[in-house]
């Protein structure tokens, strides 16, 4: 089983992956993106077990995502379905995206966005741990710049709440452990920004199964596709 992504790394487009390692090793080989194997790990044995609807999340360099509907991964039709870092949020003045495109959610989500926004505020502070650390001591500046980013967060997910109207929404990703400031104030700008019936009943939480998440994925969804020989 093979879990990754080559949305970065477009030398990889057309790369015929399972056929090559298969042909190597004599074994049958499954590719999956490392997000949707991060939905599918929680799905299976973290925080979204017994949930059939849940949007996934990881914030890190970029972000990733999975979409689970009526139980099932949503896949598309060439299996690269739940690309959520790259739906616009700011079409038309935007910043530009490594993808090509202008607006990105990614360019606004994503850690390393939290980590431009506080360097632009002229704070010095290098990545996202000083970020967090500066803002739990209660420096007003810091504060406000986790709070705009996380209200960028919010409304990219209260557009896709509006469209597949989960149970839950999954943060995963380094992030994901800041509770105070980051999840709990995310579960309430997105509740705040849906309209009311599809405010009832979700839930907003973080991924439980860390940096195992993925790998924990990968099993299920070969469990699931891996054929024998």
């Known amino acids: 089983m093979v879990a990754g992504t080559c949305g970065n790394f477009p030398g990889w487009i057309g790369v015929d992956i399972k056929g090559t390692l298969e042909r190597e090793f004599c074994l049958p080989v499954t590719v999956a993106n ?3 194997c ?3 790990g929680e799905v299976w044995a973290g925080a979204a077990k017994g949930y059939t609807d849940v949007i ?3 914030l890190g360099t970029g972000v990733g995502g999975g979409i689970l509907t009526g139980g099932r991964l949503l896949e598309g039709a060439r299996g690269l379905g739940g690309e959520l870092g790259h739906f ?3 079409a038309l003045d935007g910043v530009a995206c490594t993808c090509g495109a202008i607006g990105c959610y990614e360019r606004y989500a994503a850690t390393t966005a939290l980590v431009r926004s506080a360097q632009k ?5 290098p990545d996202g741990r000083a970020i967090f650390e500066a803002a739990a001591a209660g420096d007003a500046c810091t504060l406000a710049v986790v709070n705009a980013w996380v209200g960028e967060i919010a409304q990219g997910l209260a557009g896709l709440v509006h469209i597949f109207n989960p149970q839950l929404i999954l943060i995963g990703g380094g992030v994901s452990a800041q509770q105070e400031l980051l999840i709990d104030p995310l579960a309430e700008k997105v509740r705040a920004s849906v309209m009311p019936a599809f405010a009832e009943g979700l839930e907003l939480k973080s991924a439980a199964l860390q ?3 993925g790998l924990v994925g990968a099993v299920y969804y070969f469990s699931l596709h891996g054929q024998t020989k």
């Open 34 to 36: 490392d997000a949707n």
């Open 38 to 40: 991060m939905l599918l």
């Open 56 to 58: 996934g999340v990881t």
């Open 88 to 90: 616009r949020l700011h």
């Open 121 to 125: 505020a002229g704070l010095g502070l």
């Open 211 to 213: 940096n195992d998440a």
